[in-house]
């Protein structure tokens, strides 16, 4: 069992629906959990992070993570074709020094 | 401010060959992260730098990998005997000072094939 599992995708949303992506985790260590961005050839970017149970949210984004399910999840309001990309969960722990990442949800949005 | 920089950005090289990969972290940021990352998969972790020092090598898949940051800035990840699973997108990220909580922030990647 990976350390970070997400659904593969292709996830396909029309413009301007709610897109729902999913990660759960295995290690009950993980303190921190990150959502990156990464378009096709680049590097991942920062999306958004969250350290505690609920919801977090930043503009169209929010994040939300429940250690009891070891479940962290991330909508996007009102999507945009420029959301188009795969989403990378990460978690990390105080004891490791390293990010462990899910293989990546493809999410594509179309007009 | 510039951002982690990395090169090459691709890397041919034949089966055998020695690649040495480079990455310069934001100004400041005293750890330092190597990653790689196979196709439709995520990052990888290889290795991480505190400072000068490699605090935790335990990412790195076998002795033909090396990596150092003799400064604590500038780092090279160096590959012997280049086998061609060792293609892959190898990415190198920083961060301030380091620690499960804090953001890493990523360069654009060197891309190596290995023919």
């Known amino acids: 069992q990976k350390e970070v599992e997400q659904n593969s995708g292709p996830l396909s949303v029309p413009e301007g629906a709610i897109a729902s992506l999913n990660c759960t985790y295995s290690?009950?260590?993980?303190?921190?959990f990150f959502w990156y961005r990464q378009y096709s050839g680049k590097s991942p970017e920062l999306i958004m992070f969250?350290?505690?149970?609920g919801d977090k949210e930043d503009g169209r984004f929010t994040a939300q993570l429940n250690k009891a399910s070891q479940y962290v999840s991330l909508l996007i309001r009102d999507s945009q074709p420029s959301d188009s990309a795969t989403y990378l969960c990460?978690?990390?722990?105080?004891?490791?020094?390293?990010?462990?990442f899910g293989a990546g949800t493809r999410l594509t949005v179309k007009p | 401010g510039a951002g982690v920089s990395q090169t090459p950005s691709n890397k041919v090289t034949e089966k055998g060959k020695y690649v040495e990969l480079r990455c310069d972290p934001i100004?400041?940021?005293?750890?330092l992260y190597w990653y790689r990352q196979s196709l439709g998969q995520g990052p990888e972790f290889l290795i991480y730098?505190?400072?000068?020092?490699?605090?935790?090598d335990s990412g790195l898949p076998n002795d033909r990998f090396f990596a150092v940051r003799p400064e604590g800035s500038v780092s090279t990840l160096k590959i012997q005997r280049t086998e061609r699973g060792d293609s892959a997108v190898y990415l190198c990220?920083?961060?301030?000072?380091?620690?499960?909580?804090?953001?890493?922030?990523f360069g654009p990647g060197t891309r190596l094939l290995v023919l």
């Open positions: 100004s400041g940021h005293t750890a």
């Open positions: 990460a978690t990390a722990s105080y004891n490791n020094n390293d990010m462990r």
């Open positions: 290690d009950r260590g993980s303190q921190s």
């Open positions: 730098f505190q400072g000068t020092g490699a605090a935790d």
């Open positions: 969250i350290y505690s149970n």
């Open positions: 990220a920083s961060s301030q000072t380091g620690g499960g909580q804090e953001t890493q922030y």
